[in-house]
Nanobody, 115 residues
Framework: QVQLVESGGGLVQPGGSLRLSCAAS????????MGWYRQAPGNQRELVARIFGAGATNYADSVKGRFTISRDNAKNTVWLQMDSLSAEDTAVYYC?????????WGQGTQVTVSS
């Protein structure tokens, strides 16, 4: 029903920036809570940032002040702007949709922070 496709991952140097995007199709995007999660090798998948339909947001303490989540309901797209990146941010980043239709995950995009 809901399909999510992430893009924008890649290799970036410490202190650099990267912007991830997630394009959604199906369901009702404007009524979905959209989130970014990440999973590093050997770790559990963790919440990075979340944004509600009307724009309210919350962030993990580890990324607060560095990352910004945003959405455009007309484009069915959510972004994650990542600044001041460090090695601890290296992980596969996943987009998630949570609505009355259920919970759906994208396939993930790799973010590697290394010099």
């Amino acid at each position: 029903q809901v399909q999510l496709v992430e893009s924008g991952g890649g290799l970036v140097q410490p202190g650099g920036s990267l912007r991830l995007s997630c394009a959604a199709s199906g369901g009702s995007f404007s009524m979905s809570v959209m989130g970014w999660y990440r999973q590093a090798p050997g770790n559990q998948r963790e919440l990075v940032a979340r944004i509600f339909g009307a724009g309210a947001t919350n962030y993990a303490d580890s990324v607060k002040g560095r990352f910004t989540i945003s959405r455009d309901n007309a484009k069915n797209t959510v972004w994650l702007q990542m600044d001041s990146l460090s090695a601890e941010d290296t992980a596969v980043y996943y987009c998630r949709s949570d609505s009355r239709y259920g919970v759906y995950w994208g396939q993930g995009t790799q973010v590697t922070v290394s010099s």
